[in-house]
């Protein structure tokens, strides 16, 4: 077994994301581990803002999760559209490799907190609009999408006894499952050979 070139992973998601990043990682050296028959390195940092990736560093895949914006409740869909348009393009101008954008499980079990401002319904329509949005930007963008929300849903919040905050045991390792199965679709073309990516 030969080392490989170690995969460069920065991603912006909220520290209670950690779990699903961190099992990410893991799946994904398992997966190019079985497959090619040599050994990988992922590392994989969190970010509090698109700002604070470091792109001197090529990271091979940058990680946005919409998550973070459910709870921005200064800011319009109006403003965050618009500032995430603005880091996208920061991001693919200063030669990020493949950049994805992270849905929001769309089930919330109940207000958040005393000082919650959205009733449930509210909250699940602002994390509906975020779902919409990422999709649009990856069609006017170009950049890939993660879609937590529709993995999850296909299974169900009871059985994976969480919301769109993602906690609990099962729900990170699953929204982890479908982290790399996206950018195993589509993300590492130039890195990973064709032949491994299929297997």
């Known amino acids: 077994m030969e080392l490989s070139t170690p995969l460069f992973i920065e991603a912006v998601m909220g520290e209670a994301e950690r779990p699903v990043l961190d099992a990410a990682s893991e799946q994904l050296c398992e997966c190019l581990n079985a497959a090619s028959g040599d050994t990988w390195a992922v590392q994989a940092r969190l970010r509090e803002s698109p700002e604070a990736i470091d792109l001197s560093a090529r990271p091979s895949i940058v990680i946005l999760s919409l998550a973070t914006e459910v709870a921005r ?4 869909m109006a403003q965050i559209e618009a500032r995430l348009r603005r880091n996208i ?10 950049v994805f954008l992270c849905t929001v499980f769309r089930f919330v079990a109940r207000a958040t907190g005393a000082h919650d401002r959205y009733s449930v319904p509210e909250r699940v329509e602002r994390i509906r609009r975020l779902n919409l949005l990422a999709a649009q930007l990856s069609h006017d963008m170009g950049v890939g ?3 937590i929300d529709r993995t999850l849903a ?9 919301d769109y905050r993602l906690a609990g045991r099962i729900g990170p390792e699953v929204a982890a499952h479908a982290v790399v199965s996206a950018i ?3 993300g590492f073309d130039d890195i990973v050979q064709p032949a491994v990516l299929e297997r």
């Not at 409740?73 to 319009?76: A, D, K, W």
């Not at 393009?89 to 493949?98: C, P, V, Y």
């Open 184 to 186: 195993l679709a589509v």
């Open 154 to 162: 296909h299974i169900g919040a009871r059985a994976l006894g969480t």
């Open 73 to 76: 409740e200064n800011e319009s």
């Open 145 to 147: 999408v993660i879609d």
């Open 89 to 98: 393009s920061s991001l693919l101008e200063g030669g990020a490799g493949s």
